[in-house]
């Protein structure tokens, strides 16, 4: 296990079509993280798991997104009906919770491009 | 609430000229901060941390950040550019939220290193 692996990297949807990502984390990391990353800006939270539980979602995740993390392992992120401005860089990270004040380890991400 | 603000969009340098990317940050407690690097196409990494130890903090490839407390100011340096410092560059802010650290990212400096 070298890292965290995102999958799709790269995903070109028509409006209105849902997707799915997948994030598999560090094996031996607990906590798991969602952020996105318009063109230009850092990285914004998006949603937090420990473990199976999803214990915060930002407002950013509006109704059309749906995350989850079924065995405490990998995570998936949906968006459904997706929108010209879901476009983005999505992030996943994790960390273990003695590791999580040293900072994440994050996947290269899943880009998004909605037309 | 806790935030960072990086002071610069943009930072131009010759290589071999110091790098100088300025963060200030905002926190009710003592923070956690970071500085994280991305290259185009790939994830971020995870330049340096500081977590209450020392103030001068050390990272990989030369690079270092001071913390000054009574400045709010965790800014990133290194003696002498190389092109492969060419990279956005964000500092982070961990927020203790609902028991766990969650990280706050800057909007990012993007690094542009000349021959």
Not at chain 1, 85 to 103: I, N, Q, R, T, V
Not at chain 2, 106 to 112: D, E, K, S
Request: proline share 4%; aromatic share 12%; glycine share 8%.
């Amino acid at each position: 296990d070298t890292g965290v692996s995102q999958d799709p990297r790269h995903k070109i949807t028509k409006r209105g079509q849902n997707v799915t990502f997948r994030c598999d984390p560090i094996s031996e990391h607990n906590r798991l993280y969602w952020y996105r990353q318009t063109l230009g800006q850092g990285p914004e939270f998006l949603t937090y798991f420990q473990n199976e539980a999803q214990l915060e979602k930002s407002r950013l995740l509006s109704d059309r997104f749906s995350a989850e993390r079924p065995k405490g392992s990998f995570s998936t992120l949906e968006i459904q009906r997706t929108e010209q401005g879901d476009s983005a860089m999505y992030l996943c990270a994790s960390s273990s919770k003695e590791g999580a004040w040293g900072g994440y380890t994050f996947g290269s991400g899943t880009r998004l491009t909605v037309v | 609430a806790q935030s960072v603000t990086q002071l610069d969009s943009h930072v131009s340098v010759s290589e071999g000229t110091p790098v100088l990317l300025r963060c200030n940050y905002s926190s009710s407690y003592s923070p956690s901060l970071f500085w994280y690097v991305q290259h185009p196409n790939k994830g971020l990494q995870l330049l340096l941390k500081y977590t209450s130890a020392a103030t001068l903090v050390k990272g990989i490839n030369g690079f270092e950040a001071e913390f000054k407390k009574s400045e709010t100011s965790f800014h990133l340096t290194k003696p002498s550019a190389h092109m492969s410092d060419a990279a956005e560059y964000f500092c982070v802010v961990s927020s203790l939220s609902g028991g766990y650290n969650k990280l706050i990212f800057g909007a990012g400096t993007r690094l542009a290193v000349h021959p």
